[in-house]
Nanobody, 122 residues
């Protein structure tokens, strides 16, 4: 399974970005998937996830601003980020596992993308 992220960019606070994670090797319907983010010197933080059946979960920090979905036709995981804040600046990673549960712990995920940079200026 390979994960390739896109959508990196720099925006001003209040702006939007759309991150995509294209999956090859398995259909997204067979995967539970998650977006993590990590700042320098920090541990990876769960942002939003979707389980195998497509049920989404969004962290408290992202709730009401970010939306995570699977596009089964394009075999892609999408993170729509609105109302971006300065503290959303981080490297963002797409992750996947073949189990049915979308765990919050990074160690539960077997497949990872290379990571992309999101920068929000105040």
């Amino acid at each position: 399974v390979q994960l390739v992220e896109s959508g990196a960019g720099s925006v001003q606070a209040g702006g939007s970005l759309r991150l995509s994670c294209v999956v090859s090797g398995l259909p997204v319907t067979a995967l539970s998937m998650c977006w993590f983010r990590q700042g320098r010197g920090k541990s990876r933080e769960n942002v939003a996830s979707v389980d195998k059946l497509g049920e989404p979960f969004t962290s408290a920090a992202a709730r009401d601003r970010f939306t995570v979905t699977k596009d089964n036709v394009k075999n892609t995981l999408i993170l729509q980020m609105n109302k971006l804040r300065f503290d959303d600046t981080d490297m963002y990673y797409c992750a996947a596992r073949e189990g049915s549960a979308a765990w919050l712990d990074a160690e539960k995920y077997d497949y990872w993308g290379q990571g992309i940079q999101v920068t929000v200026s105040s």
